[in-house]
């Protein structure tokens, strides 16, 4: 009997002696390792990103219902194509504050369709029709190489990187929006009612996706928006939207900007909200999304150059494309 008392002790003191060398040795992880993607982050190519800027603006501004935002979508969908995406292209009608009927288009492409755990990368390919906030040409439509292109740009050169063998662990669905900017004009307001279910002039697109998202029964772990994201200089803050729905999200995007060392464009500093596209994918489709845009909170301003026609190419930054680009891959490729 005294043999099996000392048989059992030492059988237990052998188990927990290789419990603690398995545990020294990496046989346990922790949540948080369990949940970090251990695949190699792509590098971002910003000269590339800058180019599908400046593709966008070659075609003029994007206004919906002119050649140029015909063109320019047939472009987005053909190059989203080309990069593997599964293509899904979602044709709706809008009605404008000053009384227009658009005809838009919303285009998602979906990576890696097969996987249930998604996430979504988003942002507005329209242009707005007139430069309302410019002294001299207030009426003139605008390149929108910030507002607009910026966003796209480096959401297209994320789908050139993930057409490789190196994709991340999770689902991506990118969604271009149309009819962000057709809103009414500066200090101004509309005479016209609201049509039925439609909550602002803004943001046309991302409502109707809301409303009729395009898979039934679509859901996504979480989405990030990407709205003028390549002027020079540009600062980023923590958007008031996006950090009462979609906290945990804001909290991915700084942490992983600290990790790159740019902390000093993504601001630990809370801001005012926004109303932007995230605003209905947050209340209205239910998916906790964050907003990083470049917004002054400050002098509350989105900069000298917003909705005029200095919007164009020359006020574009490689460095902040390259900046934004980075710290999102950092994002989606850390997924698991």
Known sequence: MARGVFFRLTAGLNILIAAILLTGCGGSKSSDEKTISTKSVPVFNVDSAYSFVEKQVSFGPRVPNSSAHDIAGDYLIAKLKTYGAQVTVQSFEASTFDDRKL??????????????????????????????????????????????????????????????????????????????DWGEKHEASSHHALPQGQESWWCLGSQYWSRNKHKPAYQ?????????????????????????????????????????????????????????????????????????????????????????????????????????????????????
Not at 162 to 174: F, L
Not at 282 to 287: L, M, T
Request: proline share 4%; no cysteine; charged share 20%.
């Open 103 to 180: 005809s838009l288009r919303n285009i998602i492409a979906a990576f890696n369709p097969s996987v249930q755990k998604r996430v979504i990368l988003a942002a507005h390919w329209d242009t707005r029709p007139f430069a309302d906030k410019d002294p001299e040409k207030p009426n003139a439509p605008m390149d929108g190489a910030n507002d607009g292109a910026s966003g796209v740009a480096i959401l297209l050169e994320i789908a050139r990187l993930m057409n490789s063998n190196n994709k991340p662990d999770v689902g991506i669905d990118i969604i271009l929006f149309d009819g962000e």
């Open 220 to 336: 996504a772990q979480y989405g990030i928006l990407l709205d003028m994201v390549g002027g020079r200089n540009a600062k980023f803050f923590k958007e008031g939207t996006s950090l009462e729905y979609a906290g945990s999200v804001v909290t991915k995007i700084w942490a992983m900007a600290a990790k790159k060392g740019y902390s000093s464009v993504f601001v630990h500093q809370d801001q005012d909200a926004v109303l932007d596209d995230h605003q209905f994918m947050n209340e209205k489709a239910n998916i906790p999304t964050a907003d990083i845009i470049s917004y002054d909170p400050v002098e509350q301003s989105f900069g000298a150059f917003h909705h005029t026609t200095s919007d164009n190419i020359s006020i574009i930054s490689k460095e902040t494309i390259g900046t934004v680009g980075t710290v999102v891959l950092g994002v989606i490729y850390a997924e698991q």
